[in-house]
Each structure stands twice: as structure tokens, then as C-alpha cells.
């Protein structure tokens, strides 16, 4: 069976500041690996996915993410975050075999000014 | 760009009765998808679809819950007998079948069980 760890429930951050929200897997098996945002009263967007090649993904509003095989962690980034980055992450991971995604427990990133 | 669509946005339903929540899959895409996610918790797997049959289904869904493909756009979740605790946001999905190819999520349906 596979999980997703997320290590924060809330991020906390100030407007230009650098983020990284933390994701682990664990899965015996090859996985793809993806980012969500979910903005308030809205659905779930993808932000970024890890299906093979380059370790380092780059996504949309300038966010990014590291594949660490050996660690287990797909870490999402942001050099310099906005308030309008205030939302919900989710990191979800799909076995390579599955079409189902198991999603972490998201967490609620606040930009503040 | 293609966009999965949810109706209705919000449902309010009293307990024991019947719900159907509806979906328009991408058109061309060919497996579907809903997901749970109760006020504060995770995004919930609770079954995907092809060929017009289930091809996987979680404990969550159990013989309360049916899902449908009436014709050739439309994708529903049927919820018999509900209860509170199906109070939830309901997410469809739809995805491509080259396995590389992400979701496209719906905007959700939020069910209330009064």
C-alpha cells in the first residue's frame, strides 16, 4: 500500500518570502508523484507531476518540485511566494501499474503582507 | 481549455433521502473518477470507471453508493439512504489512457446532509 506524508497542516509565510511544503511517500513500487492546489471554495488544480526524467519539475505560478528517490520526497517550492498563492497543497502519488491517487493531508499555505 | 464539469455546485439533502451528483468527463478522455473530501480531512479515492464498468473501488464504497454512465457525456454518482456523514465535497475526475497523463479534476459538488 502507498501513503503520502505531508509534514505541516499550515505554513505560515510573509508575501516575497521563500516556501517549501514537505511531502514523503512510501511505495515499493515505481510511483508518479503530483502537486494540487486547491483554492478557497474551489477545485482541486494541478500544479505539477513527476512522471520520470529531470528530478527537479517545474509547474505553473512558478512553483517547483524535487523527486528525491532516496529520501521518499517530492518537496514543493516557491523562491518567492504571493498572496494570492494562499490555498490548500495537496502532494498525491499514483502507483505506476494504478490509475488511483492517494492524496496527503494537504497543507494550508498563508501568505501574508 | 477542456474542463471537467460538476452540477449542481452545492446540494443540501436531508437524511435517508437519495442523491445523484453529476459529471461531464472530458470528451475524450476515457477513465473516471470520484473523490471524497470531508470538511478538513484528505482528498478520498472512492472508485474509477472504464469500459462502463468499475475497475476499482475503495472500502469507502460500499453498496450505498452506485456510479453511472447513463450515455455518452454524462458520469453520476448515486447516493442512497444518506446519511451525516456523506456531508462532503465531491470531486469527479476524468483522465487520458496514457498512464502519463494527469487528472482534470471538477470544481466539486458540496453535499450537505441535514
Known amino acids: 500500500a502507498q501513503s503520502v506524508t505531508q509534514l505541516d497542516s499550515q505554513v505560515p509565510v510573509f508575501e516575497e518570502a521563500p516556501v517549501e511544503l514537505r511531502c514523503n511517500y512510501s511505495?515499493?513500487?515505481?510511483?508518479?508523484l503530483f502537486w494540487y492546489v486547491q483554492y478557497p471554495n474551489q477545485g482541486l488544480q494541478l500544479l505539477l507531476k513527476?512522471?520520470?526524467?529531470?528530478?527537479l519539475v517545474k509547474g505553473i505560478n512558478g512553483f517547483e518540485a524535487e523527486f528525491n528517490k532516496s529520501q521518499t520526497s517530492f518537496h514543493l517550492r516557491k523562491p518567492s511566494v504571493h498572496i494570492s498563492d494562499t490555498a490548500e497543497y495537496f502532494c498525491a502519488v499514483r502507483r505506476g501499474s494504478n490509475y488511483k491517487l492517494t492524496f496527503g493531508k494537504g497543507t494550508l499555505l498563508t501568505v501574508n503582507p | 481549455e477542456p474542463e471537467v464539469t460538476q452540477t449542481p455546485s452545492h446540494q443540501v439533502t436531508q437524511m435517508g433521502q437519495e442523491v445523484i451528483l453529476r459529471c461531464v468527463p472530458i470528451?475524450?478522455?476515457?477513465?473516471f473518477y470520484w473523490y471524497r473530501q470531508i470538511l478538513g480531512q484528505k482528498v478520498e479515492f472512492l472508485v474509477s470507471f472504464y469500459n462502463n464498468e468499475i475497475s476499482e473501488k475503495s472500502e469507502i464504497f460500499d453498496d450505498q453508493f452506485s456510479v453511472e454512465r447513463p450515455d455518452g457525456s454524462n458520469f453520476t454518482l448515486k447516493i442512497r439512504s444518506t446519511k451525516l456523514e456523506d456531508s462532503a465535497m465531491y470531486f469527479c475526475a476524468s483522465s487520458e489512457p496514457e498512464e502519463y497523463y494527469g487528472y482534470t479534476f471538477g470544481s466539486g459538488t458540496r453535499l450537505t446532509v441535514v
Open positions: 470528451s475524450n478522455h476515457l477513465y
Open positions: 511505495s515499493s513500487v515505481s510511483v508518479y
Open positions: 513527476y512522471l520520470s526524467g529531470s528530478t
